[in-house]
């Protein structure tokens, strides 16, 4: 008989630079407020890079902290996937690099591309590698600094994103925990909506494509708007039917931390109480990729999940792309 594993979380880590840039801050940049920010958001400050940090360095932190949650060696680790639409360049990939700074040499490492949906997609991509036998212990980073392609003369986009890192070591645990259930999706025929338009092979780099803003985020917040709170709920409602459990199993839901209505929408329409809903996007803004893996350890060091619970992970974004993942929590507090 065919022995199916079952794989999870068994360590979680962040990083986050230091530097805090308030609404107010911004209110001094481009014509915007902290009333609008928080009112139609719900962010209140995030986190930007100084010029010497790029997205390898907050991964390789996280990436540090998480092996030392797990208490796994790096010797131990044979894959390293990083979820990231700001790599340090476009290759080596920064998954790589991280491997470098680790001194990871055992492992095979690679970034992937699928924007704040990436971590969901990258969890997904190491629960089949460990279950298909080819990686017993991956490290599984989320890391973006987005502050690096923002405009930050445009209020459209300047005030929603924020940089940092969230990383987690992925393993067969006890049977019947961790993943229950993922799901993924993507309709590229949408993907005008939410882009970088610069810097690859449509357009590469060159002094026009500079002057024209074409190495910044555009995108069009009202259709991106739309078509999150719909899939934020579909996706999770699926995952959770495919994980065999009922809206009142879930426990714990971790969304993508993009806007508080947004996230709100998404809530009212899984019928979960705010208790049940972890928001830190307050704090930090859209952080892309890093989103959920930075809550899901905010989450746990705070206590909030206990060993069985169901939790939701859903996410969206450029591509466009969704994901969403139900996890058993399988570690003891
Ligand atoms: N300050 C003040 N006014 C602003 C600001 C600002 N920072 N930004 C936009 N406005 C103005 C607009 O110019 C517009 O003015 P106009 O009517 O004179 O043209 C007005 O506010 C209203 O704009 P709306 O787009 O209707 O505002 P809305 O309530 O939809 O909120 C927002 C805009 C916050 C962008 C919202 O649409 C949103 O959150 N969309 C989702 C964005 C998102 O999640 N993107 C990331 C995806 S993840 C990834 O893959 C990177």
């Known amino acids: 008989m065919n022995y ?32 609008w920010i928080r009112s139609r958001t719900g962010i209140g400050s995030r986190r930007v890079a100084d010029e010497n940090t790029a997205t390898s360095d907050l991964a390789t932190e996280a990436a540090k902290k998480a092996l030392e949650d797990a208490g796994i060696s790096v010797d131990e680790i044979d894959t390293i996937i990083v979820a990231t639409v700001t790599p340090d360049m476009a290759f080596p990939s920064t998954a790589c690099i991280v491997q470098k700074n680790l001194g990871a040499d055992r492992a095979f490492a690679f970034d992937i591309g699928a924007a704040c949906s990436g971590f969901v ?22 890391a973006e600094t987005l502050s690096k392609i923002i405009n930050w003369e445009d209020r459209n986009t300047c005030v929603l994103f924020g940089d940092g890192a969230g990383a987690v070591v992925v393993k067969e645990v006890e049977e019947g925990y961790g993943i229950q259930g993922i799901t993924l999706g993507s309709n590229g025929a949408k993907g005008e909506v939410l882009r970088q338009p610069a810097g690859g092979s449509r357009i590469p780099a060159s002094i026009e494509s500079v002057q024209n803003k074409l190495h910044f985020i555009a995108m069009d917040g009202n259709e991106v708007f739309k078509f999150a709170v719909r899939v934020m709920g579909q996706s999770s409602l699926e995952t959770i039917k495919k994980s ?66 169901n939790m939701v992970l859903v996410a969206f974004g450029g591509g466009l792309t969704w994901g969403s993942a139900v996890v058993k929590w399988s570690k003891e507090v």
């Not at 979680?12 to 001094?28: H, M, S």
């Not at 279950?131 to 212990?137: D, S």
């Open 4 to 35: 199916i594993k079952s794989v999870g979380i068994v360590g979680t880590g962040r990083a986050l630079p230091d530097k805090i840039v308030t609404n107010k801050d911004l209110e001094q940049k481009v014509d915007t407020t902290d009333e």
């Open 121 to 142: 997609y990258a969890l997904s991509v190491a629960e089949n590698l460990i279950k298909g036998n080819m990686a017993k212990n991956a490290l599984v980073i989320g």
């Open 244 to 309: 065999g459990l009922d809206l009142e199993d879930v426990d714990f839901f971790i969304p993508h931390q993009a806007n508080i209505r947004i996230i709100d929408a998404a809530a009212k329409r899984l019928k979960l109480p705010k208790e049940k809903v972890y928001v830190n996007l307050h704090k930090y803004g859209n952080l892309s990729a890093a989103s959920i893996p930075v809550a899901l350890d905010e989450a746990v060091k705070e206590g909030k999940l206990q060993k069985g619970d």
